[in-house]
């Protein structure tokens, strides 16, 4: 597994900012086709049957599935890059972070404008913490001189 310094993590920020959107995205169209399929559905059921432009639904649903493709891909991404992407829909991302001889989370939720939190695995981010100078020291210690 990967880990990152706080500054690593930070500068990675703008990259993977730009990927979350581009899932939140895909994600919302296709929820939009997905219901735009069900309301048809709805509507034949309650009809009794109607006539069906066949070939409109079949692109309705490769429209659903290429938005969920391109949402997997982007996750893969941000995956491959050593991130977890713990709430889609909430922006939510952690790094993993050694501190102290101890594997934590560095916790940033999109819309924030830098990462200031950190928590365990077992605590989640309703256990989220400041970042304290442990952080900063490990990160300040790290950088070589040019």
């Not at 997997?72 to 102290?100: M, N």
């Not at 020291?137 to 950088?143: E, F, L, V």
Request: aromatic content about 4%; hydrophobic content about 40%; glycine content about 6%.
């Amino acid at each position: 597994m990967r880990t990152f310094t706080l500054d690593e993590a930070q500068s990675l920020l703008p990259v993977l900012e730009s990927l979350l959107k581009r899932a939140v995205e895909g994600k919302r169209s296709a929820e939009q086709a997905e219901s735009d399929i069900s309301d048809l559905a709805q509507r034949i059921y309650l009809a009794g049957g109607m006539r069906v432009d066949v070939a409109k639904v079949a692109r309705m649903r490769v429209d659903a599935d290429t938005h969920l493709q391109r949402v997997r891909e982007t996750v893969a991404e941000i995956d491959a890059i050593g991130v977890q992407v713990k709430d889609l829909e909430a922006g939510l991302l952690d790094f993993p972070c050694r501190v102290d001889d101890e594997v934590v989370l560095l916790c940033w939720r999109m819309g924030e404008t830098s990462i200031e939190h950190w928590h365990t695995a077992e605590s989640g981010f309703k256990g989220r913490q400041p970042v304290d100078e442990r952080f900063r020291r490990r990160s300040n210690s790290t950088k070589r001189p040019n």
